[in-house]
């Protein structure tokens, strides 16, 4: 138990007849940062919802810092901190005020928690606007409140469900910056992403998932590597021209995926861009290095932003 | 700064005791309250002295006695009951779905070791109470305009109290199968209104055709009714046995059903 704090075993929930998530299996280690990766839908976050206790389990098991979900979800909410999807700040209350009456939720002694309050909002900047309240904030404010909040209880492991999404880039390397800290602490940390770029940055290990199942799991430089290679040729094509000369790399066992308007194809040592290009021509080519997004395509067959 | 160092000294929050989340959660409506108090506080009083000096004082006037007593003594009770049934009804039902769905409190605090069961009674109590201070503010102002002399307001309103947590659980339960807004105008038109029209409220309920009158028994109103117009000394007809019996039965069913939709709609 000691060096797992998250283990799930066929792992299902279905709403109504709809599967959302569909027998997963996946170990979170102790320290490390677990990043789901997936499009809308995929049932990132519902397999989030169940780790923190806000959707029940319909098969399979779940284990948080070695207690059961199904009957020990309460003990798990003491150590865990969340940051939901959406913020779910009271509006009507202020900056300091929000966070003294989540604590008072976690029963953290009043003194207590008017000190690690205002620490945390030292933390994240926000002991200026302590007394101003929530609904004057901006959105990239109100998420560092929201990561502030989900952190007075000192939680064993954080859970962040698209903690960046909608926020500037200077936001969002602000709270990349406040997660690697809370990582150089030894703590777990779970997060779902649609941004590539925050995976590669503060994950050390991916799962992709499409449909309700995880489609490939692994770090993400191992991931890329062993499903995509190196390197990437994007050629930009009609779209009637497509299928035509799919027919062709197909014949050359190239391998590459079509999409709309263009033909990604992962270069191994093979397949050199010289030859690939009197294949297909075009003018409109880009070589790039490959990424978390073409492992996704890889497997799921289409883009993880639609 | 270390984030774990400088947040404690002990190092784990110990686990709350069951049901603290009770208490903590009905702070939190009433610290929110604060803020809008002085509003509130406004309109408790002016609302009751409007109903009775238009109904009780102006269509009163029209009124012969009623069982020997004035108009104004027969609807008196009436509107503590109706007051002390509908504010925690409004509460529980517009204000509690925004809670709900657009400000997410309770999914806020259910990321917290508190339980639904806790949010449930924190709520209803929360709604009760608001019922119990416009039900104590109609109290006031029937004594200000000398409608009644009687100690027996007090525990009349101790039994309103009983009221309001009615009304409460009934207005959650409504809440648990709203998709939007538009359908509290049911439960307000539907529901609510028609309760507070035919419960021996604005006339005697005898008027009425039998079906009626049996009907209205099966909802929670009429009991309260009744039952401070005995505590007052009003009309004393009603066993103050059997209406204190049917509230507490009415109390344990609705918060029953209120409990079994809402903890379904919190964790789904």
Avoid at chain 1, 163 to 188: S, Y
Avoid at chain 1, 232 to 243: A, F, Q, R, S, T
Avoid at chain 2, 146 to 156: G, K, Q, R, V
Wanted: glycine share 6%.
């Amino acid at each position: 138990m000691a060096n797992i704090s998250i283990e799930a075993k066929g792992l299902t929930k279905k709403f109504g007849d709809k599967m959302a998530v569909n027998g997963i299996n996946f170990e979170v280690s102790r320290g490390e940062c677990f990043g789901v990766l997936g499009p809308n839908g995929a049932g990132k976050s519902t397999t989030m919802r169940m780790m923190y206790g806000l959707t029940r389990i319909h098969h399979g098991e779940l284990f948080v810092l070695g207690l059961n979900m199904k009957s020990q979800s309460r003990e798990v909410k003491a150590k865990i901190g969340v940051v939901p999807q959406e913020d779910g700040l009271d509006v009507d209350f202020s900056v300091l005020d929000n966070l003294l009456v989540y604590s008072s939720y976690h029963a953290i002694p009043p003194e207590e928690a008017k000190e690690r309050a205002q620490t945390l909002l030292r933390l994240v900047k926000l002991d200026d606007v302590a007394h101003s309240p929530v609904e004057h904030l901006s959105g990239g404010m109100k998420r560092r409140l929201t990561i502030a909040r989900s952190l007075i209880n000192n939680p064993d492991i954080l859970f962040l469900d698209e903690p960046t999404t909608g926020l500037d880039p200077q936001a969002r390397l602000f709270i990349w910056d406040i997660l690697k800290r809370f990582k150089l602490e030894g703590k777990t940390i779970v997060l779902t992403t649609h941004y590539m770029e925050e995976a590669e940055q503060l994950c050390d290990r991916i799962a992709i998932m499409d449909k309700g199942t995880i489609l490939t799991m692994g770090t993400p430089k191992a991931l890329i590597e062993a499903n995509v290679g190196l390197q990437v040729l994007e050629i930009g094509l009609k779209n009637e021209d497509i299928p035509y000369f799919s027919r062709k790399l197909t014949q050359e066992n190239t391998d590459f995926i079509a999409l709309e308007n263009k033909i990604v194809i992962f270069l191994h040592e093979q397949n050199r861009p010289e030859k690939l290009l009197s294949t297909v021509p075009s003018q409109d080519i880009v070589i790039r290095p490959a990424s978390l997004n073409d492992v996704f395509l890889r497997f799921a067959g289409h883009a993880l932003k639609d | 700064m270390e984030i774990t160092r400088a947040l404690h000294r002990n190092l784990t929050t110990p686990l709350p005791r069951r049901l603290n989340g009770v208490k903590t959660v009905w702070m939190r409506n009433f610290l929110q309250f604060r803020y809008t108090f002085w509003v509130t506080l406004t309109w408790i009083f002016f609302e009751p002295f409007l109903s009775l000096l238009a109904i009780g004082y102006g269509i009163g006037n029209y009124v012969s006695a009623i069982n020997g007593k004035t108009y104004l003594e027969f609807y008196f009770p009436a509107l503590l009951t109706v007051t002390s049934f509908s504010v925690p009804f409004f509460e529980a039902t517009y204000n509690y779905y925004t809670k709900l769905t657009h400000q997410k409190v309770y999914r806020t605090i259910l990321m917290t070791p508190i339980e639904p069961v806790e949010i449930l009674w924190a709520e209803l109590l929360w709604a009760a109470f608001k019922g119990t201070i416009s039900c104590i503010a109609v109290a006031l102002v029937g004594r200000f305009l000398n409608i009644y002399e009687t100690w027996m307001i007090i525990p009349s309103i101790i039994l309103l109290f009983l009221v309001s947590f009615i009304g409460a659980a009934f207005g959650l339960f409504f809440t648990t199968f709203a998709k939007n807004y538009d359908f509290f105008n049911y439960a307000v038109s539907g529901f609510l209104l028609p309760l507070s029209f035919f419960s021996d409220t604005y006339f005697p309920i005898i008027q009425m055709p039998n079906s009626i009158q049996i009907a209205i028994h099966y909802f929670p109103l009429i009991h309260g009714v009744h039952a401070v117009r005995y505590l007052l000394g009003i009309d004393t007809q009603h066993s103050l046995f059997i209406s204190i019996a049917a509230l507490f039965l009415f109390a344990g069913v609705s918060t029953r059903l209120a409990y079994s939709r809402f903890q379904q709609l919190l964790i789904d």
